[in-house]
């Protein structure tokens, strides 16, 4: 528990910890806010389907990433999503205590950094994290305090699901794969992570997260209105801008190696602000454990022969943790063919 960094109180205020500085060739320069990462309007649907699918499978391709407005979450849920998770950070330590666990397998778990007990270097977050669907397996082991976190957090990870689950048509369809393709079980797992990264008295020397994709299927943040998300693209960092209750969705691995290559999930990482705190929602989509990840049938022939190997999830997710934490190794290349 005195590992958490929202924890370290006044310790932290003066000077980064030495365990937190990461070598020169890893720490962030300053990126200003990029204009160019896509903004896709969701309003027109009914009118533009074809217009829009484009639009996403082309964010997919050249960004992996794109900023979504009007989705249909409402500005109060994507709201109070982000201040309920803040209340529940600033929860005296007795609260959140029997939430924390260093057990990877526990369910609702607080933590800090990534790997701490492993990695070289910690990084300057605190995650709280736990599955969501179906609600009722789940509900009963959330926070009761704060008092609305269950109904909040309940009808948010329903109303994103939806718009993932939409989503994730949108791309069966402009990939030209079957109706329904990602509906079964590739995408029956929602986890919410909620992201806390505590002011820092230096930013240039730590990470909130490291360079890192994601390895489930879908990623959708809400990240409020601090900025500090950087997204590389052709070997640049680019800061993604805060829109106010849009959603910052990205291409997950997964999606990568079903799409056999054609979505890219592209890094990014998070730098923290010495001006102000950082809480972001996290909803990851993601394939059960024992699925059987490979590329589309309907995506492989002779003239595009599959990139990828046939694997178990839980297998990537193993070698997945290892890799990120530690220097430049690429987690899809053992999954190459
Ligand atoms: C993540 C992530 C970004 C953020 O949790 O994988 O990239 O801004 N989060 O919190
Ligand atoms: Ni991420």
Redesign the pocket.
Known sequence: MDKLISNKGSTIQSAVPESYILPPERRPSVVPPCKTIPVIDLQGLDQDRADLIQQIIKASQEYGFFQLTNHGVSEELMQDVLVVGKEFYDLPVKEKERFYSEDPNQNCRLKSSINYDKEKVHFWRD?FRHPCHPLEDYIHEWPQNPARYREVFGSYSIEVRKLGLLLLDLICEGLGLEYGYFGGELSQVLLM?I?H?PLCPDPSLVL??PK?G?PYLL?L?N?GHVA??QVLKDEQWLAVEPLPNAFVVNINYMLQIISNGKLKSAD?R?VPSSDVA?T?V?TFISPFKDSLIEPAKSLVNKSSPPLYKSFRFIDFLRAYITDITGEGIDPLERFMV
């Open positions: 995650s992570s992201n990264y909130g997260l890192h994601d990623t943040l990240q500090g998300l990014h998070v950082r972001t996290v």
